[in-house]
């Protein structure tokens, strides 16, 4: 079996995270459905590329565990995909990605207008959803934290179309791949903290627990890139984006004086293991600040790192 082929199964968090998915996956397609025949068209094929509602459930199994009203976490989960299907659409046309989860991206079925409009649609109903919690003081807390996360994306997806991935230096991915991905990832749980009116250390570990899944994330997806899992193989080096084990090899490259080498012929099985086995030991030295968060959150981020080994493990014996 080809690596591009292999699937990955649903990863085990507390029960707390799936009590209500049901009611935010309908929420969420009754956001989608909307009195437009162009927009409901797009929208129906973004939706119908399902991912696992990773932010939805770090949002349920955050607020649950925490005390807070489920009409608020419920609310917010809703909220939380909805901004990050619309990354995931202005994302793909930045990127010029084909694929997503397998499937023409909107961009590529529609047209760039069309995911350009499909995305700003997300992010107004986004904010339009927040309205919809009923403890007015988390609707304040949740909007400031949701209107500063998408400047945040904004920041970091602006960096990384604007650099040239043959000149960037592994400290400058880095950063770049955690403005980029960690917002994302730190919003569902931050948003519980807020409401649960945690500060100080709680807030900042979540911080940099989040920065190095950002991280993780990102190093991840580039290698399944040069793979080809559910996306155009090697499309990050033919369009010149960012990609973390080119950008690796670039500088050994620069290190050592090569003259011009096939980038392509160096991307091997061994390349992948070594990259993969860093990603590993970045989650392995992540884990030492789990214990600065809530014990009733440690499970939650212990199932992302699982989730993660999963995936690594699965690409190094292939």
């Known amino acids: 079996m080809k690596l591009s082929q292999i699937g990955h199964s649903e990863f085990f968090m507390p029960p707390e995270a799936d009590e209500f998915l049901q009611q935010v996956k309908h ?9 437009d025949n162009f927009l409901s068209q797009w929208l129906k094929h973004h939706g119908e590329s399902e991912g696992k509602w990773i932010r939805a459930r770090l949002a349920l199994a955050s607020g649950a565990l925490l005390g807070l009203s489920n009409q ?5 989960a809703v909220v939380c995909e909805l ?3 619309a990354s995931l659409l202005h994302d793909d046309v930045c990127d010029n990605d084909s694929l997503r989860r397998g499937r023409l991206t909107v961009w590529k079925e529609f047209g760039i207008p069309a995911a350009i409009c499909s995305g700003d649609f997300l992010i107004a109903e986004s904010f339009r959803k927040l309205t919809e919690i009923e403890q007015g003081w988390h609707q304040t807390i949740l909007l400031k934290l949701l209107s500063c996360s ?14 040239d991935s043959k000149r960037t230096s592994w400290p400058e991915y880095q950063q770049i791949a955690v403005n980029k ?8 749980m931050m948003g519980m903290f807020k409401c649960k009116e945690y500060a100080g250390d709680e807030c900042e570990a979540l911080s940099e ?3 190095e899944f950002g991280l993780a994330y990102q190093w991840l997806n580039d290698i399944e890139n040069l793979i080809g899992i559910e996306q155009a193989q090697c499309s ?4 010149n984006h960012p990609n973390a084990v080119l950008i690796r090899l670039f500088e050994n ?3 050592q004086s090569k003259n011009k080498v096939n980038i392509k012929n160096l991307i091997n099985q061994d390349l992948l293991n070594e990259n993969l086995n860093l990603v590993k030991l970045l989650l392995e030295n992540m884990m030492l600040k789990v214990h600065r968060l809530p014990i009733v959150i440690q499970p939650i981020v212990i199932a992302l790192k699982d989730e993660l080994f999963t995936k690594i493990n699965t690409y190094a014996k292939n």
């Open 236 to 239: 990050d080096l033919l369009n």
């Open 150 to 163: 998408v400047k945040d994306i904004i920041f970091g997806q602006s960096v990384d179309v604007s650099v």
């Open 27 to 35: 929420e969420f397609a009754s956001s989608l459905a909307v009195d």
């Open 253 to 255: 490259k620069k290190k």
């Open 72 to 76: 608020t976490y419920i609310k917010w």
């Open 181 to 188: 991905t960690a917002p994302l990832i730190l919003l569902p």
């Open 83 to 85: 901004i990050h299907s």
């Open 209 to 211: 627990i989040a920065n």
